[in-house]
């Protein structure tokens, strides 16, 4: 019994491989871009597309060695490095992988050694493995743009303090990366560092909004843009902006206080069933083994699972609000 589930793990961890190989490999397309890139990199004029240049390529040079490793064959592999860099852990597409690989193989075992199908073990399995660190990245993603967003107001203030005392703009972003520890210091840092090295500040800050993805730091970018295009008071106009947004986190506050309710029906109805099933397949497999070979408990199972992914998606429309 033993070896026979390591045999089965063994060739749902091939076939979850193959799978991986089959869905990524080289893309003419993205060969073809870099191609050209390079093309424009060597005959660019302005001195910012020449830093542009040699920034890419020192990444490439550094990550080289890892074109030819497990992170390659990765479908979108530059979403999926923007993704790992906004958690800010400093992971790596192939420690992604691995890490998918393992929860995939983890799973499919234990379901195995609770007498589960091996059909359907492995379907969890790979769920699993394409879920779960799916999912852990974008919470520690949230995560860390929570934790952006609620000291952000506070780096605006001591940018317009720093204004109000005469230190330019750039020295007021060294004294946030300073003085503020998480991630809004680490922000500031990297436009710092990006300055230092030849790229204009609207350069420097698009990136770092790129990065986050968040639009309170977009804001900032677009009031610090207008403000060197037009002039007027940029400490004013920051006082302003740190105002709005510390209202705009009070509004978002409200709004989950006032849906949590919801939230919590809709988590304990959608996952009632599941615990439910998992609870008597424990104690009694024979008494639901129907559901995986009968056809007409395969069929109503799958319209269960149909109504109730779009009651959880009904809901979860009825609570999400765009401020």
Aim: a positive charge.
């Amino acid at each position: 019994m033993n070896l026979s589930v390591i045999l089965i793990i063994a060739a749902a961890f091939l076939a979850f491989a193959v799978l991986v190989i089959l869905l990524g490999g080289p893309s003419v397309g993205k060969a073809k871009s870099r191609r050209l890139s390079m093309v424009k990199d060597r005959h660019a004029n302005s001195t910012e597309a020449v830093v542009a240049a040699q920034m890419r390529k020192t990444i490439q040079a550094a990550g080289g060695q890892g074109n030819a490793n497990i992170s390659s064959l990765m479908p979108r592999r530059e979403q999926m490095e923007l993704r790992l860099r906004r958690t800010g852990k400093g992971w790596t597409v192939s420690q992604y992988m691995l890490g998918s690989m393992a929860a995939f193989v983890i799973v499919t075992g234990m379901l195995l050694v609770f007498r589960s199908p091996p059909l359907l073990a492995a379907m969890i399995g790979l769920l699993a493995g394409l879920g779960l660190p799916y999912m852990i990245v974008g919470r520690l993603i949230n995560k860390r743009l929570k934790q952006f967003n609620a000291r952000f107001p506070d780096a605006i203030d001591l940018l317009v303090r720093g204004l109000k005392s005469g230190l330019p703009v750039t020295e007021t972003f060294q004294v946030v990366s300073q003085e503020l520890p998480g991630p809004v210091g680490e922000e500031f840092k990297g436009v710092i560092e990006r300055i230092r090295i030849g790229n204009t500040m609207e350069a420097a800050l698009q990136e770092s909004a790129n990065l986050l993805g968040t639009p309170e730091f977009q804001f900032f970018c677009i009031t610090i843009s207008i403000q060197r295009e037009t002039g007027g008071n940029l400490a004013e106009t920051l006082a302003n902006l740190s105002d709005v947004l510390r209202k705009r986190a009070q509004m978002k506050l409200k709004i989950r206080a006032m849906s949590s309710e919801a939230k919590a029906s809709a988590y304990i109805v959608g996952s009632l069933p599941f615990f439910v099933f998992g609870i008597v397949w424990l104690m009694n497999p024979e008494y639901l083994q129907g559901f995986f070979v009968d056809p007409r408990l395969m069929i109503a199972g799958l319209g269960g699972l149909v109504w109730m992914s779009i009651g959880v998606f009904i809901m979860a429309k009825m609570i999400s609000f765009e401020i």
